[in-house]
């Protein structure tokens, strides 16, 4: 992993397709390593959940090259590799699932379900709504609390959304817009030799609070 932080802290300083040309054979040996990585992070989640079935690494991580066709940035390529597993597919699943973030100053794990469908996000609401009780018992589990604090944060709305009392006891749950929750590493965890292990015991924290929110996605199929 050492090696992939120096690649991607070169290429934050250097995105551009000349410096990428240029080190085409370091960025293939990078990828090699983390698609490794990912090979051995995939039978470890897969020996926690079991609802993860068969995946590949190329079904769990992201391309490098960025589409720049509409978007105001146009540095051509990623500054970071990721790997998301999940039931019923890797970085396309729209299920609750378990992703693996390595960028230089800003390595992390999430979980849960990020930018869920209308649909889904009402659902989830209703759904913590009406058992937040179980939610307080996850989120105050002693392996959870050793890795997360609460859902995140980034994407909120300003007000409970209509159907909700004002004054529930957790309204900020209410107004969430995703239902992740993450935790941060330093990039000397990222690349210690006992990384995989450290990410596979976050998981196992993590699986609760997935199989919640889950449990919703399966009953809104039923």
């Known amino acids: 992993m050492q090696e992939i932080l120096d690649f991607l802290t070169a290429l934050t300083e250097n995105n551009n ?20 990585f990912t090979a051995d992070y995939i039978e470890g989640v897969a ?13 769990c991580i992201w391309r490098i090259y960025r589409d720049i066709r509409f978007s105001t940035d146009k540095r051509p390529y990623k500054d970071w590799f ?9 970085k396309k699943s729209p299920y609750g699932g378990y992703y693996v973030h390595i960028q230089p100053g800003h390595c992390m794990f ?4 990020w930018n869920p469908e209308p649909h889904l996000l009402k659902a989830l609401r209703q759904s913590v709504y009406d058992n937040y009780d179980e939610v307080e018992a996850i989120m ?8 997360f604090r609460d859902f995140d944060t980034d994407y909120m709305l ?7 009392p004002a004054d529930f006891e957790h309204a900020d749950w209410l107004k969430r817009k995703a ?7 330093t990039d000397k965890e990222a690349a210690s030799p006992k990384f995989l292990q450290k990410v596979l015991d976050i998981v196992g ?11 919703t996605f399966e009953e809104m199929k039923s």
């Open 17 to 36: 397709r000349e410096w990428f040309g240029e080190n085409k054979e370091w960025y293939l040996r990078c990828k090699k390593q983390f698609e490794s």
């Open 47 to 59: 020996a926690i959940d079991k609802s993860v079935g068969c995946l590949e690494p190329k079904d």
């Open 82 to 90: 990721g790997a998301f597993i999940a039931p019923h597919g890797g």
């Open 110 to 113: 999430a979980g849960g379900i």
């Open 140 to 147: 105050a589990d002693p392996h959870f609390s050793r890795y």
């Open 158 to 164: 300003k007000k409970v959304p209509a159907g909700f």
């Open 179 to 185: 239902y992740t929750f993450s935790c941060a590493f």
């Open 205 to 215: 924290a993590a699986k609760p609070m997935n199989d919640f929110l889950n449990y």
